[in-house]
């Protein structure tokens, strides 16, 4: 993507002319507010971008952005947004997806959108439920929970959005929480800079249908405590005061408290966003409370050649030296003969 | 190359390949076809070969044929009958036993002949006896024996050595026919050129099969048919796959515009996706997607980036793809949905011929979701349609279904080039800035087409997507603007109407009988008609390519015939969609659905049966 500096623009210039139709108090109105303050940062000219979503509440979002937009069907935003970026590379892609579109239906989309590292940026609103049909489970939903389609809880085991990106080759991954606005537009802008499938899952409230269910880590008076946010080279640390962090402790990573036992920063793990070998960064997405905090930030963040920069140089490679240049030449190519 | 004996001029002559599966049958018949093209003669091949790549040895189930039909005035068909078949092992007799001309010649290996594969053919003893095949032409040649003998210094391991039977049996039938080798000579040359050894052998086993022909005479008579009385020009021979590839890329050329395919790979589609994934010399995208669903949604992306957009698939990818056909219809964006017919239902018979996915191409999708649709009927006029397909989805901003048929994908035939400057140049409706503010669904008052604002261009961004939506691109539940919608997006389908060709009549515009085609078995259909015109019989035949919307003059054209007769290889879907359009006639139909094309004799018998009922 080129990135030409153009005139700075402020996060209403991205808001269209839309009425925003989520209901009061849905945590997607967070997550629309902090990517229209990470695009204003940007200095990507504003007919550069394209928003493509599937099917579901979040899904609505690229009718809220005064940018180019396809609301598309039910769990193909991966497979659409994978053409876009790849007919035309210049322009910056992002997919708006929920945890029923990106994880249930639009699952083998999904995983090889991230196999192929397009450089699309894909914003999973992840709020365990289905919203826009009215509170039935997801992939995401934990283990026994009661909804419409699991009255006595379901059976399920969900998927963990990290596993799965990590599984799928993923080279960025990064976890957020729908109220958070400045971490979250940190993310946004890392994701837009970051070339190949950046994986943002948003730990997004469904006001309506799954109310809360993110409290237990998000809530305000917890949060430091039950979260860790991470930085590339800064030690795993967290905390209200900052008085706790994370260590390996064998094969598994363990939580300290520091000044016991003479731990101090210098034996805190130092986060590697960077390190191609998954290994911790795959055991700090899967952390779930109370055992562990829950790893925010830029989880995952390795550099790797994109699909479609693959795509296009090779082409260009091979018009270089090929004899066939136009139709005419393919048409009069190999055997052909002439009828006088 | 020595003398011939009695030799025989024919108009036309049909020769069947066939072997195993593994015995190389369709090179054999590729290799022959190409040599009697550029001798001159007209043809057309079909290659018939199983669903599995390497079924039982020796069965009937494992049988991959090639015919080539060639001649000395104009071939629209492989043929029905072959007047030589070339049959590899017993199992060859059993499947074209009854496709053999009364008469005709048989060679077959005698080395292959054992009493294991006779058994497992279901033969008991001779299978020439027992087909009471005992008066026709028969030469039991010794193939693996001779090529043993020809390639015992040779060094190869008996594997390979066996592999060249097939070239033997092709040098015999280039005696047979009094062709030069020179042609697969220089194939081989060229493909094995890092094995010089392998081109060698297959040299000399050709050139041995040649000579034993010479040598023992039986090949009498030999056939001779002279150079076909054809329109001057370049010509090359081309199958339906290729020629449809070369149209979307003739399409892309024309517009200025990058090419996409996003596919998924399926027989019988997938050499168009094989072949389009090879031009990157031509900038050509390909994108072999993770599923039927993800070829058709990332053309479609790429259509909604600016690309011409094309996605192929046979009929179950096709009935994968019918949501996101829906989505194209709703975003009246440009794509080109493919759909090479096979065999259905489900998976049904994947390598063989059949056209009943029409009604799927025109109502296969929920709501009220029309789309063009046009059909080929020949493999080389694959490349005219296809190139047809794009520029209306280009120009109409519509999806439109190509149908094609495995027996025109896999089907050659010789094909006079056209030049790149004769054909039509493509103008979408791009959208510029001077439509600030843009209305995505605001449209061209001829066409109804709405204009294409290409991400990238400062000021016109918008959104578009499958809800309904006003003219301004706003969601809309409004019950009016809905009906209102769904009119505009049919008128616009149904005014493509204005700019394809009338229906062309084959014969007389008045008579007793009009045969009525569609698609791909306007070969058959038309040496039928041909035929029993030259009877005496006064009957005509048009073929349809423009399916939705139909041409402006079919009621004037049927009027004029006292019975209508639609043939097709289905149970009567084309009929069924005529009786809808044009309800004031009766049709009669003619139908087949047996994963094979018709014969010019299903159509020929029928039609004089309702002739006398008349």
């Known amino acids: 993507m080129a990135e030409i500096l153009v005139n700075k623009y402020t996060p209403k210039d991205f808001k269209s002319d839309q009425e925003v139709r989520w209901c009061p108090g849905c945590g997607d109105h967070a997550v629309l507010s902090s990517v229209q303050r990470a695009l204003a940062e940007l200095s990507i000219p504003k007919e550069k971008f394209a928003f493509i979503s599937g099917i579901g509440c979040s899904s609505r979002f690229p009718y809220y952005m005064d940018t180019y937009g396809f609301h598309s069907i039910h769990g193909r935003a991966s497979a659409i947004a994978s053409g876009v970026k790849t007919a035309n590379p210049e322009l910056s892609v992002w997919q708006i997806t929920g945890d029923g579109d990106a994880l249930a239906i639009g699952g083998n989309h999904f995983i090889h959108v991230i196999r192929r590292n397009i450089d699309i940026n894909i914003i999973l609103f992840n709020n365990e439920i289905y919203g826009l049909t009215k509170g039935q489970y997801s992939p995401t939903s934990t283990k026994g929970l009661v909804t419409k389609t699991s009255p006595f809880g379901t059976v399920e085991e969900p998927f963990s959005v990290g596993e799965l990106v990590i599984g799928a080759r993923g080279k960025f991954f990064a976890r957020t929480v729908d109220t958070n606005v400045a971490l979250s537009t940190q993310i946004y802008i890392e994701a837009a800079k970051h070339k190949g499938t950046s994986v943002i899952e948003v730990l997004q409230n469904c006001v309506i249908f799954n109310d809360g269910i993110h409290d237990t880590i998000a809530d305000k008076e917890v949060r430091d405590d039950r979260t860790l946010i991470l930085k590339h080279g800064q030690p795993m640390i967290f905390g209200k005061g900052n008085d706790k962090g994370l260590i390996l402790d064998g094969l598994k990573l363990k939580v300290v408290k520091l000044g016991e036992n003479g731990i101090t920063e210098k034996n805190l793990l130092v986060h590697d966003a960077l390190e191609y070998n998954p290994g911790i960064q795959y055991m700090l997405a899967n952390m779930m409370y109370p055992e562990y905090p829950v790893a925010l930030g830029v989880i995952r963040a390795v550099p790797w050649p994109t699909y479609e920069r693959s795509v296009h140089e090779q082409i260009e490679g091979i018009q270089k030296t090929a004899k066939i240049k136009c139709m005419d030449d393919l048409l009069m190519s190999g055997s052909v003969w002439e009828v006088e | ?614």
């Open chain 2, 1 to 614: 190359m020595g003398k011939k004996s009695e030799v025989i001029e024919r108009e036309e002559v049909v020769i069947r390949f066939s072997g195993d599966s593994g015995d190389g049958m369709q090179l054999t018949g590729t290799l022959f076809s190409d040599t009697a093209a550029l001798f001159g003669n007209d043809l057309s091949t079909f290659p018939d070969y199983p669903a599995e790549i390497r079924a039982p040895q020796g069965t009937v189930g494992g049988v991959s044929g090639f015919q080539v039909h060639l001649g000395h005035s104009e071939i629209n068909t492989p043929g029905d009958f072959s007047d030589v078949l070339v049959a590899m092992n017993p199992a060859a007799i059993k499947a074209n036993a009854k496709w053999i001309k009364p008469g005709g010649t048989v060679i077959y290996d005698e080395g292959n002949f054992t009493e294991k594969n006779i058994e497992k053919a279901g033969y008991e003893k001779d299978p020439i006896v027992e087909e009471k095949l005992d008066g026709y032409n028969i030469i039991a040649a010794p193939i693996s024996f001779m090529v043993k003998e020809a390639l015992k210094d040779f060094g190869l391991d008996p594997k390979s050595v066996l592999r060249t039977k097939n070239m033997f049996a092709l040098g015999m039938i280039y005696w047979l026919f009094d062709r030069k080798l020179d042609y697969t000579e220089e194939y081989f040359e060229k493909k094995f050129r890092n094995k010089p050894g392998m081109a060698e052998a297959n040299k000399i086993a050709l050139r041995a099969g040649y000579y034993y022909a010479e040598t023992i005479e039986a090949l009498s008579p030999v056939y001779k048919i002279l150079p076909a009385q054809i329109a001057k020009g370049t010509y090359r021979n081309i199958c339906g796959n290729t020629a449809a590839a070369w149209g979307f890329m003739a399409a892309a050329e024309k517009a200025g515009l990058k090419l996409f395919i996003g596919s998924y790979p399926i027989t019988p589609a997938t050499g168009i996706l094989e072949e389009l994934a090879a031009r990157k010399d031509l900038g050509v995208i390909s994108f072999q997607a993770e599923d039927e669903i993800a070829g058709i949604c990332t053309a479609l992306g790429a259509s909604f980036a600016g690309n011409l957009a094309v996605t192929s698939t046979s009929g179950p990818g096709m009935a994968l793809k019918s949501e996101a056909i829906g989505l194209a219809v709703m975003a009246e964006l440009p794509l080109v949905i493919v759909n090479v017919q096979r065999g259905g239902p489900s998976t049904g018979l994947p390598t063989k011929t059949e056209q009943a996915d029409l009604m799927q191409a025109l109502y296969g999708r929920n709501g009220e979701c029309p789309v063009v649709v046009i059909a080929a009927s020949t493999p080389s006029d694959c490349f005219h349609f296809a190139f047809e397909s794009a520029r209306i989805a280009l120009e109409h901003m519509t999806p439109v279904v190509f149908l094609s048929d495995s027996y025109l994908a896999n089907g050659t035939e010789p094909w006079r080039i056209p030049k790149m400057k004769d054909l039509p140049k493509i103008s979408p409706p791009f959208a510029d800035r001077k439509e600030i503010p843009f209305l995505p669904y605001k449209r061209d008052e001829e066409t109804l087409a709405r204009s294409w604002a290409v991400p990238g261009i400062p000021g016109l961004e918008h959104r578009i997507g499958g809800l309904e939506k006003t003219v301004k691109g706003t969601v809309s539940y409004d019950p009016e603007n809905h009906e209102l919608m769904v009119k505009l997006r049919a008128e616009k389908v149904e005014r493509v109407v204005n700019e394809i060709s009338d229906l062309v009549v084959h014969g007389a515009d008045s008579g007793d009988i009009l045969v009525v085609g569609w698609g791909g078995s306007y070969g058959y259909l038309i040496t039928a008609v041909r035929e029993l015109q030259a009877a005496g019989h006064k009957v005509s035949l048009v073929n349809f390519n423009y399916i939705n919307p139909l041409p402006k003059n079919v009621k004037d054209v049927f009027r004029r015939f006292k019975k209508i007769v639609v043939c097709e290889l289905n149970m009567g879907q084309f009929a069924d969609y005529l009786r809808i359009k044009h309800q004031e006639f009766t049709y009669e139909q003619i139908n087949k659905v047996q994963g094979l094309p018709f014969t010019i004799n299903d159509i020929k018998d029928k039609c004089i049966k309702m002739l006398e009922n008349k």
